[in-house]
């Protein structure tokens, strides 16, 4: 059974910083994993991907820059260090891990989610 475990969430003033962890078990393999997040009252959008050999990494425009993603395969897990917070970066952060190749900025193409934590910048 897969499991995804999200932790490093929390509140933070604008301007600081947080790293968030996510922890794989029973996932044998995964062509790439990513981070989503979903703001109040908005879809579920993307922010981060990295493949598994960390050879490619791709974000959204709005946190280029400011969030960088990386993996330690040794560990299952996959971190994204989130710098510069906005207010507007505020939203239930979710790790995904997918296999099945195509366009990995969409939810789709990702076959497995974690509970998410939530991530609040106070301004």
């Known amino acids: 059974q897969v499991q995804l475990v999200e932790s490093g969430g929390g509140l933070v003033q604008a301007g600081g910083s947080l790293r968030l962890s996510c922890a794989a078990s029973?996932?044998?393999?995964?062509?790439?994993m990513g981070w989503f997040r979903q703001p109040p009252g908005k879809e579920r959008e993307f922010v981060a991907a990295?493949?598994?050999?960390?050879?490619?990494?791709y974000y959204t425009h709005s946190v280029s820059g400011r969030f960088t993603i990386s993996r330690e395969n040794a560990k299952n897990t996959v971190y994204l260090q989130m710098n510069s917070l906005k207010p507007e970066d505020a939203a239930v952060y979710y790790c995904a891990a997918g296999g099945r190749g195509g366009d990995v900025t969409l939810r789709l193409s990702y076959d497995y989610w974690g509970q998410g934590t939530q991530v609040t910048v106070s301004s």
């Open positions: 029973g996932l044998t393999f995964s062509n790439y």
């Open positions: 990295i493949t598994w050999s960390g050879s490619k990494i």
